[in-house]
């Protein structure tokens, strides 16, 4: 059971190139997160899938865009990457039970945009 | 939507010395979850609370969930090299996907 994986684990790009960072659970979790963590932000928010098929923004969706591919598999793409978008991001999948609500998170991606 | 502020922002202790941060809202919460995040890490999950005035414990920690829902905090007790790191305060509305962080308080022992 390997939870819920990232990757690359490290990433730099130059201003204007294009990247999508791969998000997988094997918890058969319907819900799955992107966030991005900077320093003293704590962390936000950028897209979300309820379920399999459906995708919502976040507090910060510009300048990104998600596939839920499966159940499984929830990716995060940068089009055209910007400097603004250097951070932590985070994938992280929902365990929603009678008695549960719990959010586990990915090991997280380092992207550096230069 | 909801809002979270956590204080402090960073919080130095001997080790052995207590730790306490809040987290508060200006709106009432539907519940309050804790997570933690060692340096480099990732976010994971402590507890969550739901009912008005809750406390609950994990061994040195302790949680509570305020009367009026609007605050919580967490303490711990004779703290540990083994607790450095940031902890965070989150709230989700009923019936909505969208789990809210506070800005988290920075955790270091000083040995």
């Known amino acids: 059971n390997a939870g819920v994986t990232q990757t690359p684990k490290f990433q730099v790009l130059k201003t204007g190139q294009s990247m999508t960072l791969q998000c997988a659970q094997d918890?058969?979790?319907?819900?799955m997160y992107w966030y991005r963590q900077d320093p003293g932000m704590g962390l936000r928010l950028i897209y979300y899938?309820?379920?399999?098929?459906?995708?919502d923004k976040g507090e910060v969706p510009n300048g990104y865009n998600v596939s839920r591919l499966n159940k499984r598999e929830f990716s995060l793409r940068l089009e055209s990457a910007a400097p603004s978008q250097t951070s932590v991001y985070f994938c992280a999948s929902r365990d929603r039970g009678f008695s549960t609500d719990t959010q586990y998170f990915g090991p997280g991606t380092r992207l550096t945009v230069l | 939507g909801q809002q979270v502020m956590q204080i402090p922002q960073y919080q130095h202790v001997q080790e052995g010395e207590d730790f306490t941060t809040y987290c508060n809202s200006s709106?009432?919460?539907?519940?309050i979850q804790w997570y933690k995040q060692r340096p480099g890490g990732h976010p994971v999950f402590l507890i969550q609370l739901v009912k008005s005035g809750e406390v609950k414990k994990q061994k040195r920690l302790t949680f509570q969930f305020g009367e009026a829902k609007k605050n919580s905090s967490l303490h711990i007790t004779a703290t540990q090299t083994t607790d450095v790191g940031t902890y965070f305060c989150?709230?989700?509305?009923?019936?909505?996907?969208?789990?809210?962080f506070g800005t988290g308080t920075r955790l270091t022992i000083i040995p």
């Open positions: 899938s309820a379920s399999e098929g459906t995708t």
């Open positions: 989150a709230s989700r509305p009923f019936g909505n996907e969208k789990l809210t």
């Open positions: 918890m058969n979790h319907n819900s």
């Open positions: 709106t009432t919460l539907s519940n």
